[in-house]
């Protein structure tokens, strides 16, 4: 986790870490056409035109971070947004909020949103099983990208 890593680093060499995270998800979410809406901590919020964009990105964050001594965890989730300013908003928001933070370290976790959309293109998952997210009155279907 990222405060233990922050910990046994220090501030100084952790912001430098982070800034080169930053700009590896950064320059992966221009390769995809993610749209990046803000910055969550050690996290990023960001869009994209399809799902499997998204999934293939955060595939390649993974990859790309990972020799610098950092593992992420990635949730996806599609549907209607609502567009503000600078950030979006609406349940989609915050079922992929909720994925997130059940995906493990170095895990793509996919609502069956997400994974029914990318039927046809390759990209293979596992069944995590129905997991009920706080707020949502139906469990939901969750999967990990096979990677």
């Known amino acids: 986790d990222s405060t233990r890593c922050a910990a046994e680093i220090g501030d100084?060499?952790?912001r430098l870490l982070l800034n080169r995270h930053d700009d590896v998800v950064r320059q992966e979410l221009a390769r995809?056409?993610?749209?990046?809406?803000k910055t969550l901590g050690d996290g990023f919020l960001a869009t994209f035109d399809g799902p499997a964009?998204?999934?293939?990105?955060?595939?390649a964050i993974i990859e790309r971070?990972?020799?610098?001594g950092v593992e992420v965890r990635s949730g996806l989730h599609t549907g209607e947004i609502e567009i503000g300013r600078d950030d979006v908003g609406g349940i989609a928001v915050h079922i992929a909020a909720r994925v997130t933070e059940l995906a493990?370290?170095?895990?793509?976790?996919?609502?069956?949103?997400?994974?029914d959309l990318v039927a046809g293109s390759g990209l293979g998952f596992r069944d995590r099983g129905s997991h009920t997210l706080k707020g949502l009155p139906e469990p939901l279907r969750l999967f990990a990208a096979k990677v």
Not at 54 to 59: D, E, F, Q
Not at 104 to 115: H, K, M, N
């Open 12 to 14: 100084r060499h952790w």
């Open 32 to 37: 995809f056409h993610g749209r990046e809406v």
């Open 53 to 59: 964009r998204a999934v293939r990105c955060a595939a």
């Open 65 to 68: 971070v990972r020799p610098l």
């Open 104 to 115: 493990g370290s170095g895990e793509i976790l996919v609502s069956s949103t997400v994974r």
